[in-house]
């Protein structure tokens, strides 16, 4: 990888358990619904680093809350999330925004690319919006190597409405990764996509998990097997409450999805 010489220091040096991610107790209620919805009961997560772990169930189930929490997006109301060994929910609102913009990754269903920024631009926004900012020449190296490793090499000057939506997640997805995060979050990071193209940008992302030079620790949540199945192991929730845990089993490949078929019969036999 670049050397970012001129980017924040890392934080404290990791536990020594190969845990990117662990969570505790996590409860979270939304007051708005009357009566209040208990939408996280307790809910405690592991993942180790260069893990991909996908979370699954039902609409409705709590698996983006989940989500939102584990990324430091939206505060529990009782439990902790420690990102490499860091408890987040114990930082200000300021150092929780630096340690989140530092340390982790989003990508959702939505894109959401700066429609007046090339590809190239979009992608070196959040080195760019560092302070102090790593130097030129780092971004724009770190930048081309994010393009080559996601197949985007020849649309550095292009704009979002001049790429597939396909070419779109995988810029958003480089954008995500080009700080190096401890934790890549995705979001039905396909559901705008077809399945021929929601393979493509699957295939990717199994591969970066898979790539010793890499090994980037991804979290996904999805409501669609076909797509659970590029993962490592699969949570399945329902109704606030992890109530299930499937390992995948995938061959040689790395790109290559797991058997879908004993995780379809797993959620069937859960009623789901």
């Known amino acids: 990888m670049t050397d970012l010489a001129a980017a924040p220091p890392p934080p404290a040096p990791p536990p020594a358990t190969g845990e990117a991610l662990v969570a505790q107790g996590l409860r979270k209620t939304f007051h708005i619904s009357r009566p209040p919805r208990d939408v996280l009961k307790d809910v405690s997560v592991s993942v180790r680093r260069g893990e991909f772990v996908a979370i699954m169930g039902p609409s409705g189930c709590g698996k983006s809350t989940l989500l939102h929490v584990l990324g430091g997006l939206e505060p529990p109301d009782a439990g902790s999330v420690r990102i490499e ?142 797509t659970a199945v590029y993962a490592d192991r699969v949570l399945v929730m329902r109704d606030g409450e992890v109530v299930d845990e499937a390992g995948v089993e995938r061959g040689a490949d790395p790109a290559a ?15 789901l």
Do not use: C, K
Not at 180 to 208: I, Q
Not at 257 to 271: I, S
């Open 85 to 226: 060994g860091a408890d987040i929910y114990a930082m200000d609102d300021e150092a929780l925004t630096a340690y989140r913009r530092d340390n982790m990754g989003f990508v959702f269903q939505l894109f959401n690319l700066l429609p007046t920024l090339t590809a190239a631009q979009n992608i070196a926004l959040p080195l760019r919006l560092r302070r102090p900012a790593p130097p030129r020449q780092a971004i724009d190296d770190r930048v081309a190597t994010l393009m080559d490793m996601l197949d985007l090499h020849g649309l550095q000057g292009h704009g979002p409405e001049e790429i597939s939506g396909g070419e779109q997640q995988r810029v958003a997805i480089a954008r995500a990764l080009v700080a190096a995060p401890s934790v890549l979050f995705a979001d039905e990071p396909t559901g705008n996509l077809d399945w021929s193209t929601s393979h493509e940008v699957m295939a990717r992302l199994a591969m970066l998990s898979r790539d010793p030079e890499v090994g980037q620790t991804t979290v996904l949540v999805t409501h669609d097997a076909r």
């Open 257 to 271: 999805p797991g058997d879908v078929r004993p995780l379809v019969e797993r959620l069937t036999g859960l009623g």
